[in-house]
């Protein structure tokens, strides 16, 4: 796992993407990230699904993925 500080990027507009992987997903099985990628990007690049004052919750739910 990897982790850096977000103070380089507070006020900024960045991009992360990266493809989902999955296997044995019947019952308990493996989910990882592959070919993450974190940039920066200026206003010209489109957002996808960008819901303004979408409120979000405070921690982390459904991590084993049950419903």
Same mark, same amino acid.
């Given at each position: 796992? &990897? &982790? *850096?500080?977000? @103070?380089?990027f507070?006020?900024?507009? =960045?991009? *992360?993407?990266?493809? =989902? @992987?999955?296997? #044995?997903?019947?019952? @308990?099985?493996?989910?990882?990230? #592959?070919?993450? /990628?974190? &940039? $920066?990007? /200026? +206003?010209?690049?489109?957002?996808? !699904? *960008?819901?303004? /004052? !979408? =409120?979000?919750? #405070? +921690?982390? @739910?459904?991590?084993?993925? $049950?419903?």
């Open positions: 796992m &990897q &982790q *850096f500080s977000a @103070k380089n507070l006020g900024k507009r =960045v991009c *992360f993407s990266g493809f =989902v @992987k999955t296997q #044995d997903i019947t019952g @308990k099985g493996q989910v990882w990230l #592959d070919n993450v /990628n974190f &940039q $920066e990007v /200026n +206003y010209n690049t489109p957002t996808t !699904e *960008f819901i303004p /004052n !979408e =409120v979000f919750p #405070d +921690y982390p @739910k459904n991590l084993s993925f $049950e419903e």
